[in-house]
């Protein structure tokens, strides 16, 4: 109960805090959300090499739900159909290499189904953000192959931009409400290099690993170590304590032990064997004579004896200080001495 007194003091109950505040946020939302993006990122790379080693297969055959835009994103599909090059829309914010670009939007009339979306590709933003001319999709009914794409969330309000709505986000619906077309709403298409209509193809990502697994197995690394840290600074604390209480009971064991050596009393007796006063007289040199105290020979005595030399009062001030308090000065060097020992260990 003594040592959790200790640690009931405002710092160590806010570091308490913070240390499982921390915890708490490493566990439940850091690590989490690492990991999620990680399990994302392998469920695309996943579609993405399953959409490689597919061969395209008709839009209906591969599209049987709603889900399946996000499902089998990236999948190469087949689709019959006439472009309308009048309902065209920009992606604009985007860039390849390094370079801006704008990607072309335009709307697919196939023969069996509702309208689509489709990506042709992209062209280079000209100077001071001007739209070149790009080739228009060629009329008649064509067959195109494109890759399955998810709707992206964001704002995709359209702004006006050379005559064209340009948007920030792909959002069939926004786009098609401003184009006129009931577009289909999960998803849209982007469509492959070589195709008719086509620009230059949109890039499509890579496989690759990603920092996001081991972001995640960091969180969780932070999250024991925060409290690990805790317990031992605390452990650290304790152990300091005790070695502190430990120097001082050595220091009073021998304050105490030098005030029993110097506590002999001074009125004691000298080395001829007479009592002697705080100063060391001699006591018997008051009296004067010698037992008889007859004589002018005794007298003499005596006051030979009052001749001893007398000891310095500043030393003696000294003695009964010492007598008192021990040797301070000694206790405090040793006290000194015991703490650089322990930093340098």
Known sequence: MRILRRFLTPGWVIGVLAAALFAWACFALLAPWQLDKSDDLDARNARLAESVEAEPAPLAQVVDGPQAYAEREWRLVTLTGEWRPDSEALLRLRSVDGELVYQVLTVFDPVDGADMLVNRGYVLVGENNAVPDY?????????????????????????????????????????????????????????????????????????????????????????????????????????????????????????????????????????????????GRDSGGAAGGDTTGGDTAGGDSGGGDRGTPELDEASARDRAMRARYGDRNDAEQRRAFRRADRLRT
């Open 135 to 279: 080739p228009a999709a060629p009329g008649g009914e064509v067959e195109i192959t494109a890759r399955l794409r998810v709707t992206e969330p964001g704002e995709a309000e359209p702004v006006p931009m050379a005559g064209l709505p340009a948007v920030r986000v792909v959002d069939p619906v926004v786009i098609g409400d401003t184009l006129g077309h009931d577009l289909v709403s999960e998803g849209y298409l982007q469509l492959a290099g070589g195709q008719p209509g086509s620009l230059s193809p949109a890039p499509i990502p890579g496989i690759e690993n990603g920092p996001y697994l081991s972001y995640g197995l960091q969180w969780l690394a932070f999250g024991v170590l925060a409290p690990a840290a805790l317990i031992y600074f605390a452990w650290a604390e304790i152990r300091a304590r005790r070695r502190d209480a430990e120097v001082a009971a050595a220091d009073a064991d021998q304050g105490a032990g030098t005030r029993d050596d110097d506590a002999t009393p001074t009125a004691g007796v000298d080395a001829r064997g007479g009592d002697t006063d705080d100063l």
